[in-house]
């Protein structure tokens, strides 16, 4: 299996027990999480060029990874 690049992991490398607490304990950053590392596997997939997406599907999935990540962030502020 390949390395996926930007997995929430390797975004936050001293928030992987956070990450996992909060998977576990709140429902909304569980489900941001999932989509999170859906849209950064498709992402993934169309930059390997396993799946075809044209360029506004490209960018369109990456500002919803931003977007994502920016919400991610801010619940694993608030939870330090």
Known sequence: ???????LSAEF???VA???RLKQADAHFARLADRYHAVNREIHRIEAEIAPASDETAETLKK??????????ALL???A
């Open 77 to 79: 502020s608030k939870a």
């Open 64 to 73: 919803e990874r931003l977007h994502l990540l920016d919400q991610i962030a």
């Open 1 to 7: 299996m390949s390395h996926t690049p930007h997995e």
């Open 13 to 15: 490398p001293d928030k």
């Open 18 to 20: 956070a990450i996992s």
